[in-house]
């Protein structure tokens, strides 16, 4: 009996031999499975972005040249001040409630501190060749320092710093909302975009940290270029040559990545639009046109400065005759206060600029 048990035992060992082996084969089945069904899902996904090249073959000009249906620089920046300017009415309130708001929550620049910048400018003054500088060329020196100090206020905390942001990200949002509808040829109020156009708020904070992410390249050059100044890393030609390198692929890699997350920023405005959802339509959007778009981001640049230049220069010149003449309004705080109003205005034109842009091009049909 013990012979026959075990020789019945045997073929039960090579059952479960047999099984096991199986059991192997059917999980490298339902994994390589699995493995087929993720890739037929990426291939899916990407087949739905617009992929302009291929690595490792050559890309023709006709397969990759996106045309658009845009107006020039001069007739962006024109149309961009039509538009606010026709719906004045609605915008000049909202300006005004900004401004004041900001006055509120963050404060105004001190006029101490603004006096500070006369002070030194006429010292600075004393001590030219000629002993004296003109009212104009004083002007001008007094409204770059006002501005490239963070001329709004000075010395924030970091509440005010957080008040700042969400007071011009609420500027972003209305201003988008107004402007939408504007465009449809309706007639919103300044009401209804205050209370309808924050829906979008968080979404659009998603959009802020991955641009932050993709600044991080931008911030690193300015963070090592101060240290090299520092530390005369820049006195070598070779180092420099290297440090020229890095910082222009560094430029570069920011450049390419934010070109796209701005309108991305105008993309996640419209209802139920995820922040991912908007960025990779951005990037569609954007693709074999990001060139253009830096193209417009400078002449903004400059169309701001101008704008800066036209209204803050007769504004500081009438500020120092006014001041010279009556001394009991030498501590009112004029010149940080139209500087604030026409920094409102500035980020309200900016908006309008980016948005009328991302709307040329998602009105344009390809071929």
């Excluded at 006029?111 to 600075?124: P, W």
């Excluded at 693709?287 to 504004?315: D, G, Q």
Aim: glycine share 4%.
């Amino acid at each position: 009996m013990a012979r026959t048990s075990s020789k019945s035992a045997k073929p039960q060992k090579k059952l479960t031999k047999s099984h096991f082996s199986a059991k192997k084969t059917d999980q490298k089945s339902t994994f390589h499975k699995k493995i087929t069904i993720w890739r037929q899902k990426i291939r899916a996904e990407r087949a739905k972005h617009a992929h302009l090249h291929k690595s490792f073959r050559r890309s023709y000009r006709e397969d990759y040249l996106r045309q658009t249906s845009t107006p020039g620089l001069l007739s962006h920046a024109m149309i961009t001040f039509k538009t606010i300017f026709r719906n004045w009415r609605t915008f000049l309130p909202f300006v005004a409630l900004m401004v004041a708001l900001y006055i509120l929550a963050v404060g105004l620049m001190s006029e101490d501190f603004y006096k500070q910048f006369q002070d030194s400018i006429d010292a600075t003054s004393a001590e030219l060749s000629t002993g004296k500088i003109g009212n104009f060329a004083r002007a001008g020196i007094l409204l770059i320092s006002t501005v490239t100090s963070g001329g709004l206020d000075a010395g924030m905390g970091e509440s005010q710093t957080v008040f700042m942001l969400l007071l011009f990200l609420i500027m972003w949002l209305v201003t988008i909302f107004l402007l939408r509808h504007f465009l449809a040829g309706e007639h919103p109020r300044l009401r209804d975009g205050l209370y309808n156009a924050l829906s979008p708020l968080l979404s659009t904070l998603v959009v802020f940290v991955v641009i932050f992410i993709q600044a991080i390249p931008l911030m690193l050059v300015i963070i090592t270029y101060s240290a090299a100044v520092m530390t005369n890393f820049l006195a070598t030609p070779f180092y420099a040559l290297l440090y020229f390198i890095f910082a222009a692929l560094m430029l570069l890699l920011s450049g390419y990545l934010l070109s796209s997350s701005l309108m991305a920023l105008v993309a996640v405005t419209a209802p139920g639009v995820y922040p991912m959802t908007a960025l990779f339509a951005a990037s569609d959007l954007m693709a074999s046109r990001r060139l253009k778009m830096i193209l417009r981001l400078i002449y903004l640049i400059f169309v701001i400065a101008l704008i800066y230049i036209i209204t803050m220069m007769p504004i500081i010149l009438l500020d120092l005759w006014f001041k010279s003449m009556w001394s009991w309004i030498s501590g009112w705080p004029i010149v940080p206060f139209f500087l604030l109003a026409i920094t409102c205005f500035v980020f309200m034109y900016a908006t309008t600029y980016l948005h009328l842009y991302y709307r040329w091009l998602l009105d344009y049909k390809e071929k």
